[in-house]
């Protein structure tokens, strides 16, 4: 017992100085690293529910290290929250998904419409936030109908009035916004009643295992609360046809996970889109 018990101290503080490590190095390299361009975007295609096409991409950052490792972004974006950095790289990720909008463009392909991530850091500062981002879309002439911005559930919980004040902003600019991770904490349905999101994403737990018959009526009831509140229905970590098969069968509108793609690198998603459109 009493070894046990050393030895689960040990391992806790082992992970704690590991984890230590990896925070001071992501402080000590961010700023190169930004200038490095060590950041890339992945794509991972949103499927459409009527005929299985891609209709979207969610942006989903990964950091390219020098030597090579990609780091996933929960290595580091929580760090960069914490210490005020996460403007820079979120800044970073919209320009450069911006310009992949403007190449597509130039190549006149059909345009596919981006979802990107707001960190809740962002609602300290709603105004500065709205005007540096009208500004970039302003500067890359983005149609901004081609663009949905995702806020977690947990961030609209805990900042409820910058969020609603945020959302009339980008509304005013036909920008979309998304509720992501939605079920995941613990709001949930009093949420749906007074907010002006475009899309709930449904969080990935509720696809967790196989799907059971009361997972199954559990869904079925969010998506009729959903549809009769006018959303768009988003399920995230859809991993096997069966779910994939229950949720077409339900109406969900757009579905996104491994079982139809991984997050993929640009060149990757721009073959995707061609098979699709091909097909
Ligand atoms: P999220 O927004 O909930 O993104 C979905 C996460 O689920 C992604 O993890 C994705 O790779 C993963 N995923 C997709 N399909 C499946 C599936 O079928 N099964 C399972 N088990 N997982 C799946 P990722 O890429 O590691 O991103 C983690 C989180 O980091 C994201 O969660 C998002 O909150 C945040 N993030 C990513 N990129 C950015 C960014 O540019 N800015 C900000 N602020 N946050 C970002
Ligand atoms: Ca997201
Ligand atoms: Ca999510
Ligand atoms: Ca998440």
Redesign the pocket.
């Known amino acids: 017992k009493a070894k046990e018990q050393v030895d689960g101290i040990c391992a806790y503080t082992e992970e704690l100085a590991h984890a230590e490590l990896l925070r001071a190095d992501v402080l000590h390299s961010f700023q190169s690293a930004l200038e490095k361009e060590e950041f890339i975007l992945y794509f991972?295609p949103k499927i459409s529910g009527m005929d299985e096409s891609i209709t979207s991409a969610?942006?989903?950052?990964r950091w390219q290290r020098s030597d090579g490792a990609i780091l996933?972004?929960?290595k580091f974006?929580s760090v960069l929250e914490e210490c005020g950095k996460?403007e820079a790289?979120?800044f970073y990720?919209y320009e450069k998904a911006f310009q992949w909008m403007v190449s597509q463009r130039e190549c006149r392909t059909q345009p596919v419409t981006l979802s990107l991530?707001?960190?809740p850091f962002h609602f300290r500062d709603i105004e500065g936030f709205t005007k540096k981002l009208l500004d970039i879309i302003n500067k890359y002439e983005i149609d901004t109908r081609y663009l949905i911005f995702?806020i977690?559930e947990s961030a609209y919980i805990r900042n409820r009035d910058a969020v609603n004040g945020m959302i009339s902003i980008l509304h005013a600019y036909h920008i979309r916004i998304s509720m992501?991770?939605f079920g995941s904490g613990y709001s949930s349905l009093n949420t749906l009643k007074d907010i002006a999101f475009d899309e709930v994403k449904i969080d990935?737990s509720f696809l967790d295992g196989s799907l059971t018959e009361k997972g199954r009526i559990v869904l079925q009831e969010i998506f009729h609360l959903l549809k009769r509140t006018g959303k768009s229905i988003v399920c995230?970590?859809?991993?096997t046809k069966e779910a994939a098969d229950f949720l077409i069968q339900e109406g969900c509108d757009e579905l996104?996970?491994?079982y139809y793609y991984r997050?993929i690198c640009m060149r990757e998603f721009e073959e995707a889109v061609k098979e699709k459109r091909k097909a």
């Not at 969610?58 to 950052?61: A, D, K, N, S």
């Open positions: 991972q969610e942006v989903l950052v996933g972004p929960n974006i996460v790289l979120d990720v991530n707001i960190s995702e977690t992501d991770d990935k995230e970590g859809v991993e996104q996970g491994y997050p």
